[in-house]
């Protein structure tokens, strides 16, 4: 069965990633609980929160700078839970392949380093190479035919 993934997301009025600014318009547990309400087994963040709050401080730093290019999806194990890291150039550095219980997918470009790829494979973190670049998120969800949903659709699905 594929995951459920959810991505609910907070961000300033600017669009901006800034937790601090964010607990003062938040309730803590708040979007925890909004995530159990709707039943996801996988959760999503990119580059910038998982630097800020999930991957240790030091980047990573290739000592070969050769792109990985193409490669073959990397399951390191099957979980009942998933923290998926979009990092597609390959900066994050990790302890383990969990986070908090959930295993760690990294989503990354054909230009994340080959390093990179094997120090995940090192410590048990599943990848997906997933293509040239970066591109638009809505587009490719609606190429996958991913449901999307309106602001008034998910206010309703959390009984808002």
Request: glycine residues 8%; charged residues 25%; contains cysteine.
């Amino acid at each position: 069965m594929r995951p459920h993934i959810i991505c609910h997301m907070l961000s300033s009025v600017d669009g901006k990633i800034d937790g601090a600014s964010l607990g003062s318009v938040t309730v803590p547990g708040d979007y925890e609980a909004t995530g159990a309400t709707l039943e996801g087994d996988a959760w999503v963040c990119g580059r910038t929160t998982m630097q800020q709050h999930f991957a240790e401080d030091e980047s990573f730093v290739s000592a070969l700078s050769r792109p990985a290019g193409r490669q073959p999806v990397h399951v390191a194990r099957k979980a009942k839970s998933y923290a998926i890291s979009v990092d597609t150039t390959g900066k994050l550095r990790w302890a383990s392949g969990d986070i908090d219980g959930d295993h760690l997918i990294c989503v990354v470009s054909e230009r994340a380093p080959e390093d990179y790829l094997s120090m995940l494979r090192d410590k048990s973190i599943s990848y997906i190479v997933a293509g040239e670049s970066a591109g638009s998120k809505l587009d490719k969800a609606k190429e996958l035919k991913v449901p999307v949903l309106t602001e008034a659709e998910f206010l309703k699905k959390i009984g808002r």
